[in-house]
């Protein structure tokens, strides 16, 4: 006899910035590779020089602090500002020398925020215990 199992939901994943914990429902990682051109003599495209940039994280979800969730507000706007190196874990992988980039959050009335936090990395790597 055999049984299938279907996932339907997955638990939020918590991340956190600056002391606020962003119960992240949703993740995107975007990396691409920039490319200098030059048009040579007879017209084609030369590469003259080649470089990944920094890999852009996007962590959507919501923060729950039940004293201050907009609090989150004024630490990210702080990080952006300063340009504040940090690090920060999701799922296994650890992603160094970030930045922050963006952030949203939305207070719909409710016990918590709606956030989104857009950072750039420089590395990522598999986290030895995970």
């Known amino acids: 006899m055999s049984s299938v199992t279907e996932l339907t939901k997955r638990e939020a994943v918590p ?3 600056s002391g606020y914990t962003l ?3 949703s993740f995107r990682a ?6 200098s051109e030059k048009a040579t003599v007879d ?3 030369l590469v003259t020089n080649s470089f990944p940039k920094l ?5 959507c979800g919501r923060i729950c602090d039940e004293t201050a969730p907009l609090g989150f507000v004024t630490a990210a706007s702080g990080m952006l500002r300063n340009g504040t190196v940090f690090a920060v874990s999701y799922r296994g992988l650890s992603f160094t020398g970030c930045r922050v980039q963006s952030f949203k959050a939305e207070d ?3 016990a918590f925020i709606y956030a989104e936090i857009s950072v750039l990395s420089s590395s990522v790597s598999e986290e030895e215990n995970a």
Do not use: I, N, Q
Request: charged share 35%; with cysteine; hydrophobic share 40%.
């Open 43 to 45: 017209g084609k495209g």
């Open 55 to 59: 890999m852009k994280l996007t962590f």
């Open 30 to 35: 975007e990396e691409t590779r920039a490319v």
């Open 108 to 110: 719909k009335s409710e």
């Open 15 to 17: 991340v956190v910035f």
């Open 23 to 25: 119960w992240c429902e």
